[in-house]
């Protein structure tokens, strides 16, 4: 009976690992069209080079004529080699698939209209487009290779932190668009590099917001009861020592949703006006009465 019951959790593992990889890699061919419709319908027509391998390919294509989807395969083999014999293959087949799939997508769409020749426009739908099919990348473990490679060659062997080796290279990017192409399309470069992060984030960690509390008080446990029994929810006990009086006191640390902050402070009120309390932006929360590792 052990027998049958370990096969059939080793199948149903099986299944399971065969799903997630179907899925990953689903999301890196639906992240990598957006990318490369965006690249074609917005970002491209318009030359603005919002950073990365693909900003860079606009340049070189307004310069030499070359085509972008060609540049951006000659930097990005490279890359995936170099950073294969730096940094080791830790970064997957996924980041080698997506290197090669998402110029070759480009190079299939390339033919599709421009859907606005107005700079801004431009620069926030393509930003948004773009960040979505990132964020979708991510979501599937993968990579498109290209600059962010390269900062991680950077990052380790400089000690910069990988978001400012990052920025640095993308901020060299807007800088020679700003030369070569045009100031004011470098300025809007930057926007749609702006608007690329904020949605990467959305996608990444949704939408919602929760709030993690710190309350210090004296009437701490009081408090506590009325927290499991009238708001139902979970909360961790912290041992401090005042900074000033030396004393031990118990910290609450409590997570809720947008809508409960109101609740949990009339609480509070209501038991001990004079509570400490510290109210902070969460983005992110998994585990029970909020959600998992692998909801998606």
Do not use: C
Not at 76 to 102: C, D, E, M, Q, R
Not at 264 to 288: R, Y
């Amino acid at each position: 009976m052990r027998v049958q019951r370990r096969e059939r959790s080793v199948e149903r593992q099986r299944r399971r690992t065969r799903r997630d990889v179907v899925v990953e890699y689903g999301l890196l061919l639906l992240g990598s069209l957006l990318i490369a419709l965006s690249f074609n319908m917005f970002l491209s027509p318009n030359q603005v080079a919002s950073g990365g391998v693909s900003g860079i390919s606009i340049i070189v294509q307004s310069v030499f004529g070359f085509e972008p989807a060609i540049t951006q395969w000659v930097l990005n083999i490279p890359l995936v080699v170099f950073g294969t014999y730096l940094l080791g293959g830790h970064f997957g087949l996924k980041t080698a698939v997506g290197s090669f799939l998402l110029p070759l997508i480009i190079l299939m769409t390339r033919g599709l209209p421009a859907l606005t020749n107005n700079l801004l426009l431009a620069s926030i739908y393509g930003g948004i487009l773009i960040g979505i099919g990132v964020g979708l990348v991510f979501r599937g473990k993968g990579s498109t290779g290209g600059l962010d490679l390269a900062a991680q060659i950077v990052h380790k062997y400089t000690g910069l932190s990988l978001g400012l080796s990052m920025a640095m290279l993308d901020g060299l990017v807007i800088v020679a668009a700003g030369f070569v192409l045009s100031p004011e399309k470098a300025l809007f470069a930057l926007i749609g590099l702006f608007v690329t992060g904020k949605t990467i984030n959305i996608v990444q960690i949704g939408l919602s917001y929760s709030k993690v509390a710190f309350i210090i008080s004296e009437e701490s446990e009081a408090i506590r009861q009325k927290i499991l029994l009238e708001m139902d929810r979970g909360l961790t006990q912290l041992q401090a020592t005042g900074g000033y009086t030396g004393e031990q006191r118990t910290v609450l640390m409590v997570v809720v949703g947008q809508t409960q902050v109101s609740r949990l402070k009339d609480l509070v009120k209501a038991v001990d006006p004079l509570a400490f309390v510290i109210l902070s932006d969460t983005n992110e929360v998994l585990g029970e009465g909020f959600k998992f590792e692998g909801s998606r």
